[in-house]
């Protein structure tokens, strides 16, 4: 089946912008900027990626693969990052969760045999993975932050009880993780009665067998299931220190 989607088809689509654009100037929103900017943006790093890929699929090139699957994580972790400011290193920290949760999910079918060690497969695996933990970590930062605050006091008459910092926060880690994995989950639940995902939809728009689109989403709802528990659970434990003082003392 060939997709004919030629420059013609994308101005027509473009179209649909302005209908975002009108919504925003009317209803006074003030995301006027911020929609030209992001729609600018979407198209230059789009046409920039998909001549790298073209140019990686080619080579075929593992050491190119894996430096391809290093920049996705370092510029998930650098998203990651931004949403809490009290967290320290929160670049590092979210390098090592997202970098985890990747590694491991990828190793993982790899060696099963679901996909192959070669750029088609491994870079847009590696793209869906880091960008469902970056979601789910980010959930989990906010989270610290708005329950460390909210729970403060809880937490201080915990610790002057001679608890340790993990046990007196040990609440709000687990309520942390259930809130970055929840849409996920939710997603998980949904999948095929609310949503056709953007596997199943892309292989079926390209006129694969929809039998066989639902086997690779099964395995992609697995992978994205595993990735973002891995990622949630390793940057709150990760990050949940920075919450306290040398002194164990809180902070917030």
Excluded at 11 to 36: D, H, N, P, Q, R
Aim: proline share 2%.
């Amino acid at each position: 089946m060939n997709l004919a989607v030629n420059n013609l088809s994308l101005l027509f689509s473009g179209l649909m912008v302005v209908v975002a654009l009108g919504i925003s100037y009317k209803e006074k929103l003030g995301f006027t900027k911020e929609i030209i900017v992001g729609v600018i943006r979407a198209i230059i790093q789009l046409v920039c990626v998909g001549y790298l890929l073209k140019y990686i699929f080619q080579v075929n090139n593992q050491l190119l693969t894996i430096a391809m699957a290093i920049i996705i994580v370092i510029n998930a972790s650098a998203n990651a990052k931004k949403r809490s400011k009290q967290i320290k290193n929160g670049f590092l920290l979210s390098f090592i969760a997202i970098g985890c949760s990747t590694g491991v999910t990828i190793s993982l079918l790899v060696l099963s045999g679901s996909i192959k060690f070669i750029p088609s497969q491994i870079i847009p695996i590696s793209g869906m993975i880091a960008s469902n933990s970056m979601v789910a970590i980010g959930l989990c930062y906010r989270s610290l932050d708005s329950l460390f605050h909210d729970q403060r006091q809880a937490i201080l008459e915990k610790l002057s009880l001679g608890a340790d910092i993990k046990l007196a926060s040990l609440p709000i880690l687990r309520q942390s993780i259930r809130t970055g994995m929840s849409p996920t989950i939710d997603s998980a639940k949904t999948v095929g009665i609310v949503s056709l995902p953007g596997m199943m939809s892309g292989l079926i728009f390209a006129g694969v067998d929809p039998v066989h689109a639902i086997k690779y989403q099964i395995m992609v709802t697995f992978m994205l299931l595993s990735a973002t528990s891995i990622g949630s659970i390793i940057a709150t434990y990760l990050a949940y220190k920075s919450y306290y003082n040398e002194q164990k003392q809180l902070i917030i």
